[in-house]
């Protein structure tokens, strides 16, 4: 098989999720490779490990971690990676990043630059990345029958009153 069968095969088959941004903009996304590129080095896997706890945390305790656990490597590292996955991850619209030593030719008509997109969206779309296709905090916060937030527990489990309820929820 041809490398450029296999891509199109490859592409065909890969899972997309519509996002929709605080905006009411709504993106069609995919899933990061994380695991090709912590495989392959171009993700170090001690920075991917990083990367995930901040993005499971509610955003006190990401700066948190952010400010105690990240060397300026890292913070290097996943700037350069932010914007590899951020070209990846965005489907519709595309997103275009100038590249160093490159002509400067701006974006075209069915790509956005990051500047053009809204800091809450922006945000939005940056969580939904660093968080493996979740929106916004919603691996670190659960709601309960009462619709109120419950935090997870210390183990990161969450915690649930009525799972019953949940998945009955679930199917209708």
Known sequence: M?????????????VTQSLALPSGAVFLMRL????????????????AAKMQLVAQADKAQ???????HYTEKDFV??????????EYCCLEPKIFIEKPG?????PADDELSPED??????EAI?????SGGEQGESL???????????????????????????LRNRRS
């Open 140 to 166: 670190a916060e659960f709601r309960n029958e009462s619709g109120q937030s419950v935090k997870p527990r210390h183990n990161g489990s969450p915690i649930r009153k009525k799972a019953k309820r949940a």
């Open 126 to 130: 940056m969580r939904w990345i660093w």
């Open 102 to 106: 490159e002509p400067d030719r701006g």
């Open 62 to 68: 990401a700066n948190e971690i952010v400010l105690k």
């Open 117 to 122: 997109i809204l800091p809450e969206d922006f």
């Open 77 to 86: 590292d996943s700037q350069n990676m932010g914007r590899r996955m951020l």
């Open 32 to 47: 990061a490779p994380i695991q090709q590129w912590t495989t392959t080095g171009l993700l170090p896997a001690s920075l």
């Open 2 to 14: 041809k490398a450029n069968e296999y891509r199109k095969q490859a592409q065909q088959k890969q």
